[in-house]
Nanobody, 120 residues
Framework: QVQVVESGGGLVQAGGSLRLSCAAS????????MGWYRQAPGKQRELVAS???????NYADSVKGRFAISRDNAKNTAYLQMNSLKPEDTAVYYC??????????????WGQGTQVTVSS
């Protein structure tokens, strides 16, 4: 069994910053990649940023230069530093971990989501 838990969401004014954390735990052999997705009301879930086990990163065009993803492999944790936040960044942010788990193989695990609200 693998659990993924996000934290760090909240309410912030436009131009402010937040840091999200995502911790994976359980019967983990290795984590292939970790990513942050977001879903705003009435919209589809979209990729915000991802990071491979080797540290390669990928960002949505809308957040390039403002957000930074990082990970601590020893802690099975990923972070999303969000700067210069805009009202359009308001969404529920979900963490995804592509995990090689005991007895299961490679599978995508999702957290429960954390709300980020940016006021204008």
């Amino acid at each position: 069994q693998v659990q993924v838990v996000e934290s760090g969401g909240g309410l912030v004014q436009a131009g402010g910053s937040l840091r999200l954390s995502c911790a994976a735990s359980g019967s983990i052999l290795s984590i292939r990649a970790m990513g942050w997705y977001r879903q705003a009301p009435g919209k589809q879930r979209e990729l915000v940023a991802s990071i491979s086990s080797a540290g390669s990163t990928n960002y949505a065009d809308s957040v390039k230069g403002r957000f930074a993803i990082s990970r601590d492999n020893a802690k099975n944790t990923a972070y999303l530093q969000m700067n210069s936040l805009k009202p359009e960044d308001t969404a529920v942010y979900y963490c995804n971990a592509r995990v090689l788990a005991v007895l299961v193989g490679t599978y995508d695990y999702w957290g429960q989501g954390t709300q980020v609200t940016v006021s204008s």
